[in-house]
C-alpha cells in the first residue's frame, strides 16, 4: 500500500526517482491482527511523521481557495488522510497524494456542498469541512460525524459559532443542514469549553468572512497554530494563534500556498513511553520536545531522560524501574488526553503507584479492562485510574475500540511476558504511519497478521 516514511529516506540520491500516488480508496483491515513479543529494549532511529491532526485540517482548508495549495511532511498512508481525501472529492477538490510526503489539493470549484454519512462516519474530523465549505459556498450540508467512540462529543460549539456568524443551521435526517446566503460576518464567540475542532472549524470560517472575528478561549494545540500558520500563507489574516484569544480579519479571497506540516507530538509521545516501558536509547528523528513539556516533565520524575539533539530528540532509560507518577489531561500545554493511556500502560510497571485524571473525555479508559486481562493492576473510579506497578505483565489476546487505546495495547505488547495479539488494527492503520517498521527497526519483535 503505502510508502513507510523509513522507505521515503532511502531512495538513492543519483537514481531518478518515481514518485507514486497513493490511492485514497481504502481496503477493509477486517480482521487483521498484530503479534507483538515482549522483551526487547528498544535501540535505534525512528522517524516521526506529520501530525494527522495537522494534516486532516490543512486538507480541509484548500477548500478555501480555487489555488493549488500544496503540503510537505505530510503522513499521506493514514486512512484518516485518504477517507478525508475521498470526502474533499466528493466536494470537488482534487486530491494528490504522493507517496513523498507531499499532497497537491486544488479546488478549482465546489461541485457538492453535502458530506455524506458514508464516509463522514467513519471520521469523526470531517465535521470541519462545515467552516470552509460555508466560508466560500454559502451552504454546507455534513452528516453528524462518527469516529471514536469517547464518549458523546458533540458538535455544538462548532454550530452556535457558525450561527453567530450568520448561518442558518438545522438538523436534520441525521445531517447538520448549514446555509449563509449573504456570506458570513465576523463575530466574538467566547467558547465555554476549549475545543481543538470547533476553533479550527471557526477560524478557517472566518478567514473569508466580513469583518473580524474574535475567537475567545480559542484551544491553543501546536496543530492550530501550524494550521493557522498556513493559512496566513494563503493571505488569511490572523493574530493571536497559540493564545486563547486569535483574531481573525477576513478577507476577499485565499490564494495557493506551500506548507511543511508539523511533526506529530502524539507520535513523538507514544515512542517516547515506548521507550520509557521497554529501556533502551532511540532517537526520534525530525520532531521536537517543546510542543510535549507536559508530558516530558512527568516522563523525567519517572526516570526516562529526553533530550533535543538538533532536529531530533534522543530518549533513554537504563534498567532501573520506573517510578509511579500523577497525571490529569488537560487542554494544551496540559498533558494531552491523546496520550494518556500510553503514559498509563508505562504505569503498570511502575514501582509504587500513578494515578491518571481523564478531564477531557468521558469513556476514555477503554483500555484500562485489556490492560487488566494482561495482568495490571487498575481501579478506576469515575474519571481516576489508580494503576498499582506489578513486575510484569502477561502477554494476551486484547482489542481496543480507538486509536490510542489501541497503540497502547501495542506498546504493553512490547513489554509483557510472552505473545500478544492484537486484534481489530483498524484503528492503529487510522493514525500511526508504519507502526511495524518504525519499532521493528528498533529492535522490537512485531508482526502485522492478515485476517
Ligand atoms: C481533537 C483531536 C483529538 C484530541 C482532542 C482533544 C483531531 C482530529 N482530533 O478532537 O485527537 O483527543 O482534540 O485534544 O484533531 N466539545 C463540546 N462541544 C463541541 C466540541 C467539543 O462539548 O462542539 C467537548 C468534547 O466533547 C470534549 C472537549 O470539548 O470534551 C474537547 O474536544 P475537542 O477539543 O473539540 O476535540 P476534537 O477537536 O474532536
Redesign the pocket.
Known sequence: MSPSPASKAKGKADEPQTIELISAEVKSSGLDKMRVVGGARLKGDIPISGA??AA??HMCAALLTDEPVQFTNMPNSLIDVRTLAQVLNHLGMTVALRSDGVAILRTKDITSHIAPYDLVRKM??SVIVLGPLLARHGQAEVSLPGGCAL?????????QGLKAMGAEIDLDGGYIKAKAPKGLTGAVINFP??????T?NLMMAATLAKGETILKNA?R?P?IVDQGEALIKMGAQIEGLGTPEIRIQGVDKLKGAVHDVVADR?ETGTYMCAVGLCGGQVRLQNTRTDFLSALIARLELAGVEIKQDGADVLVHRNGSKLKGVDIMTE??PGF???LQAQFMTMLTLCEGAGMVTET??ENRFMHVPELIRMGANITVQGNTALVRGVDKLKGAEVMATDLRASVSLILAGLVADGETTVNRIYHLDRGYEDIVAKLGNVGAEIERLKG
Open positions: 494527522k491532526n486532516l485540517k469523526r474530523a464518549g458523546g462529543r458533540p458538535v455544538d460549539l462548532h454550530i469549553v476549549s475545543s481543538v475542532g470547533a479550527e484551544a494545540e496543530e502524539i487542554p494544551y494531552p488526553t491523546d477531557i473525555f
